[in-house]
């Protein structure tokens, strides 16, 4: 199957995971419901007489921004998993390898126990302070990294990250334990759910993602020189330095903004770029984009298992991607280690 006839299958399955997210449910909807739902939210279309106010409500304010949250913190995960897997040439590397996810959570566990808002933006003030701790922690990462190695090599950037990340989590233990009465909030939060987003934190991912997608995509050709190694694209002319911060930074504004949204919800970083690898091939131009329908379609029906297998309670849906990313990953790590 030619590359083109491959993404379009690959958009198509994408439409159809958004399409059973948003119909399965306690109340089951058909497609043609679907269809004149969104024909009379988008285009002003009178709705057939059996469809009723109820039914409506259920699909436009809860399952439909529901579904498309998901799409897109799973595409922004999945996007940023394949920056870092290049970028660090480790087949197991991941924004939460330098402490995105440990950033995002200690300062959102300190709003959840203070119970600070923002005097305007009270709604946002959790989503806010978790990204600006997943990028606060990335960044000083990257800075530590520097004073031990002013090229930034692979393997520092990984231990560096990796021994923060450990200590962020050491700090957020600390938070957890001092306030008891918080404990059940604070670990359904890290274990991630789409259950309270809307439209507007819908509108808040779709211009990072689309803006990061562009960026990513003009750096296409210095991600596929990295993947071959650093000396490679240094003799290729590639300003390694500026280069890798720039790549890394975008990774994390897209792994902190879905963090700060959703929780922390791991493995889909991981699993999306090893698969969609196998099938597109190593071209950037095609694994980035790929790679983001990928992570969103997944991220879509991991959710939609986490709400109807247990129903009516419902899972989390870091719970549900680390039950299939826990066994993808030891695969992955294990082949690796016979090659």
């Given at each position: 199957m030619r590359l083109k006839a491959r993404m379009a299958a690959l958009a198509a399955l994408a439409l159809i995971a958004l399409a059973l997210g948003a119909a399965i449910g306690s109340v089951g909807v058909s497609p043609r419901t679907l269809i004149d739902v969104l024909a009379n939210k988008l285009f002003g279309a009178a709705l057939p007489e059996d469809v009723s106010d109820i039914t409506v409500s259920i699909l436009w304010t809860i399952r439909f921004p529901r579904a498309v949250c998901a799409f897109l913190i799973g595409a922004a995960l999945a996007a940023s998993g394949t920056v870092m897997q290049s970028v660090l040439r480790n087949p197991l590397a991941s924004s939460y390898t330098l402490g995105v996810s440990s950033g995002a959570s200690l300062l959102a566990a300190v709003v959840i126990v203070?119970?600070?808002?923002?005097?305007?933006?009270?709604?946002?003030?959790?989503?806010?302070?978790?990204?600006?701790?997943?990028?606060?922690?990335?960044?000083?990462?990257?800075?530590?990294?520097?004073?031990?190695?002013?090229?930034?090599?692979?393997?520092?950037?990984?231990?560096?990250?990796?021994?923060?990340?450990?200590?962020?989590?050491?700090?957020?233990?600390?938070?957890?334990?001092?306030?008891?009465?918080?404990?059940?909030?604070?670990?359904?939060?890290?274990?991630?759910?789409?259950?309270?987003?809307?439209?507007?934190?819908?509108?808040l991912v779709l211009p990072v993602l689309l803006l990061s997608l562009v960026v990513l995509l003009r750096y296409s050709r210095e991600l596929d020189l990295m993947t071959f190694g650093e000396e490679q694209a240094l003799s290729a002319g590639v300003d390694l330095r500026r280069v890798k911060f720039l790549l890394i930074a975008v990774s994390a504004l897209l792994t902190g903004t879905a963090v700060s949204l959703a929780g922390v919800i791991g493995f889909v970083d991981l699993i999306a770029p090893h698969v969609v690898r196998r099938i597109f091939g190593s071209n950037h131009r095609a694994v980035v984009p790929m790679s983001a329908l990928f992570g969103g379609a997944f991220m879509v029906l991991a959710d939609l298992l986490a709400r109807t297998v247990l129903a009516p309670q419902e899972l989390p849906v870091g719970a549900v991607t680390a039950l299939i990313g826990a066994p993808f990953f030891a695969y992955v790590y294990f082949r690796r280690e016979r090659r």
């Open positions: 203070t119970g600070f808002t923002l005097p305007v933006l009270e709604r946002y003030t959790l989503p806010l302070f978790g990204f600006l701790g997943g990028l606060g922690t990335v960044f000083l990462a990257m800075a530590l990294a520097m004073r031990f190695n002013r090229n930034l090599e692979n393997q520092t950037v990984i231990l560096v990250g990796m021994v923060l990340s450990l200590f962020v989590n050491a700090l957020l233990t600390l938070v957890t334990a001092l306030s008891a009465e918080r404990l059940s909030q604070l670990v359904f939060w890290q274990m991630g759910s789409f259950s309270a987003l809307t439209w507007a934190d819908a509108g």
